[in-house]
């Protein structure tokens, strides 16, 4: 998992975000007035692609590549629009009426493979899991009406709002995310992020990236001597893109340290670490500009 903090930007999401807004208000004063009223599926699904690809192609939860793999990712929400179940609180949520007011809010729409998504057990401890309508949140916050939510304290990590690594540990020779708060224990739990098949993807992507940062480290006295072809590379080995970037990022980023510390003089440590953070704008700039440049050519 890592954090979006982009907005799509298009003519289409623009119009789609104002139908969505509109669609909402109709269900809120439906509701109000006691009357039936249908989610419309068509609506939230219809800028799918533009979800999937401010996810970089791949899940929200996992990181798996779904573009790739050619897949169509199930539009998840992350407060369900109807049904809610909660297995951490006893709390009778048979009345709740899901989080429909945020049925078509972008915030509340993410890519998910269906490994994450779906129901299932997890096959190494048979536990159910799958993040389909559960949504636990500390005891005694449940928002019950539109608007209460901003004082819900979930306990599942929103990708929009989060930074996952303020929550999770890595692993990086048996690919093992590891907890640092209740939040990121409960999420490893409910999406199950340590089943087999992505710590063999994790650890298989962190031997790529060893592989990257161990050639450019071997010619170097110090980081002071990379210029920025080589600085790119290693930037472009740890881009959100990239399947588990979160993890690979976290490996370079720690060899990087490591570096800076053990191999490198005082001096030049503050101008290797002046030339990472302009050559990490730089990065940032290009995946902006890059992404205005997918918008204007009518990709989506
Ligand atoms: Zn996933």
């Not at 249908?38 to 533009?50: F, G, S, T, V």
Request: proline share 5%; with cysteine.
């Amino acid at each position: 998992m890592i954090r979006i903090r982009n907005e799509p930007s298009s003519a289409k999401w623009d119009s789609w975000k104002a139908k969505g807004q509109r669609k909402a208000a109709e269900h809120i004063a439906d509701h109000r007035a006691g009357r039936e009223f249908k989610i419309d599926a068509d609506l939230y699904k219809a800028c799918r692609n533009e979800i999937l690809e401010n996810f970089h192609g791949k899940c929200g939860y996992c990181e798996s590549l779904i573009a790739v793999q050619n897949h169509v990712p199930d539009v998840e929400h992350y407060r369900p629009k109807g049904r809610i179940r909660d297995h951490l609180n006893s709390e009778d949520l048979d009345k709740h009426p899901g989080y429909f007011w945020l049925a078509y809010e972008w915030r509340n729409l993410l890519p998910s493979c269906p490994a994450c998504n779906r129901p299932g057990k997890a096959i190494a401890t048979g536990k159910t899991v799958g993040k389909h309508d559960l949504f636990p949140v500390a005891s005694g916050t449940r928002a019950w009406k539109p608007g209460h939510e901003t004082r819900e304290e979930p306990l599942l990590l929103n990708p929009y709002i989060d930074d996952p690594a303020d929550h999770f540990t890595f692993d990086y020779d048996t690919g093992v995310i590891g907890a640092k708060t209740d939040r990121g224990e409960e999420t490893i739990r409910l999406l199950d992020l340590n089943r087999d098949a992505l710590l063999s993807e994790r650890v298989a992507h962190v031997t790529q990236a060893r592989y990257i940062v161990g050639q450019l480290f071997r010619e170097l006295q110090d980081l002071s001597g990379l210029d920025d072809r080589r600085w790119n590379e290693v930037l472009q080995a740890k881009h959100p893109e990239k399947s588990y970037s979160a993890f690979r990022a976290a490996y370079i980023d720690r060899v990087i340290a490591r570096f800076q510390r053990f191999r490198t003089p005082a001096k030049a440590n503050s101008r290797a670490r002046h030339n990472s953070e302009e050559a990490n704008r730089a990065a940032q700039r290009a995946v902006g500009s890059r992404g205005r440049k997918k918008k204007a050519s009518g990709r989506n």
